[in-house]
């Protein structure tokens, strides 16, 4: 993270870019677990804004699972990459197979079906 301190000092320089969002009541800052919940809180905290975790779960190739073939995010959004799939010839089963077991994963599926949870 070149010219940041760490993610909560690179969160205060976003959020002092977006200044002019503050106080709006149609803005809501969403986060990525992991690295960008501390980024996003500090956005969320100087904009006065509610903050919300999108949770997402990669959907791996058989056999090579960092590979991805798709997602599914909070609220059951299923985001495919045909290019992947029809390229490697991976039938509409195995597809459905792997975001069904994504979705029932330990932890997973509470996250992706709740949407997160918002705070002020």
Known sequence: MTGYRDRRHAGRVLADALRG???????????????GVPVAYEVATRLG?????????????????????GAI??????????????????PKATVEASRASRRNSR???RGIEE???RSR
């Open 107 to 109: 932890g997973a599926s």
């Open 21 to 35: 969002y503050a106080g709006r009541r149609d803005v809501v800052v969403l986060a990525l677990p992991r690295g």
């Open 49 to 69: 804004a509610p903050l919300d975790v999108f949770v997402v779960r990669k959907l791996g190739i058989p056999g090579d699972e960092e590979f991805a073939m």
């Open 115 to 117: 949407a997160g949870h």
């Open 73 to 90: 995010a909070s609220g059951g959004v299923l985001v495919l990459n045909r290019e992947v799939i029809e390229g490697l010839g991976i």
